[in-house]
């Protein structure tokens, strides 16, 4: 009943800039931790970003302070703003949040369809 939709991929030239946008809906009484991971050909998903519901935020290392993540709290939306995207960005990127779907749910992992970021050299 929960369902992840991104939206915002699509191909860019190096150096270039893309947001993403990952919104939840459905049954949700509550959601904790949202974020983005990523998965290229023949390579392990990995995590990019995530935040909080308090507002802390971690990213991978790789990114070298190239991305932004952000959150509407009251649209149950997560951002993803990528600069100065390089080649080995391309991926599909995969929205996760953390969700308690009704009061007496555990929190449960859900994720979106994915979405595809081509960066061309």
């Known amino acids: 009943q929960v369902q992840l939709v991104e939206s915002g991929g699509g191909l860019v030239q190096a150096g270039g800039s893309l947001g993403l946008s990952c919104a939840a809906s459905?049954?949700?009484?509550?959601?904790?931790?949202m974020g983005w991971f990523r998965q290229a050909p023949g390579k392990q998903r990995e995590l990019v970003a995530k935040?909080?519901?308090?507002?802390?935020?971690n990213y991978a290392d790789f990114l070298k302070g190239r991305f932004t993540i952000s959150r509407d709290y009251a649209k149950n939306t997560v951002y993803l703003q990528m600069n100065n995207l390089k080649p080995e960005d391309t991926a599909v990127f995969y929205c996760?949040?953390?969700?308690?779907?009704?009061?007496?749910?555990?929190?449960?992992?859900?994720w979106g369809q994915g979405t595809q970021v081509t960066v061309s050299s």
């Open positions: 935040i909080t519901t308090s507002g802390a935020r």
């Open positions: 996760n949040a953390r969700i308690r779907e009704r009061l007496s749910a555990p929190v449960r992992d859900y």
């Open positions: 459905g049954s949700i009484y509550s959601i904790n931790d």
